[in-house]
């Protein structure tokens, strides 16, 4: 797996040499973050993921929402970042935000980082390119029982 990942990512690397980074305004919460691109302040969605919910006027906070949303925000507040469409997926979700993968300026695939760390569920509506891999690492995680598999009992019943 390690291998064609590799290669697979590779392509991508090369795509994202040629667009430009843009920076994080606001985390909004585990999965949705405001950038500035070009004169456009822009929601988006992490494509791939759901992480917990917080609580806010429409939400009721759920068991690791917090973590989910402080680690988003370490990992993306007021950094720089490449956005990636999925060509499988649509342009924007139901509430008009654009779905992509994040990497950061460092190539972290910000993410598989929440899948991978606990923090985030795989979330696939359609194929995704990068669906194997994303449930690869969910799998991981639930068997290191990380993040919130080791910590929300309603996913161990």
Do not use: H
């Not at 929601?43 to 929402?65: A, H, N, Q, W």
């Not at 469409?85 to 992509?100: E, H, I, S, V």
């Not at 990068?130 to 080791?150: C, N």
């Amino acid at each position: 797996m390690g291998a064609i990942l590799s290669f697979f990512l590779l392509g991508y690397a090369v795509a994202l040499s040629f667009s430009q980074p843009f920076r994080v305004l606001q985390v909004i919460d585990g999965d949705t973050i405001l950038v500035q691109i070009g004169f456009r302040k822009e929601m988006i969605r992490l494509l791939g993921v759901d992480t917990p919910e917080i609580k806010s006027p429409y939400t009721e906070e759920e068991c690791f929402g917090k973590e989910a949303s402080k680690k988003t925000k370490d990992l993306l507040l007021k950094q720089r970042v490449y956005l990636l469409k999925d060509k499988n997926a649509p342009n924007r979700d139901k509430y008009g935000r654009l779905l992509r993968y994040v990497f950061l300026e460092d190539g972290k695939f910000v993410n598989a980082e929440l899948i991978k760390g606990g923090y985030a569920f795989l979330y696939i509506l359609e194929p995704l390119e990068f669906g194997d891999y994303f449930q690869y690492l969910e799998e991981k995680a639930k068997e290191q029982k990380a993040g919130l598999w080791g910590s929300c009992s309603f996913l161990n019943d």
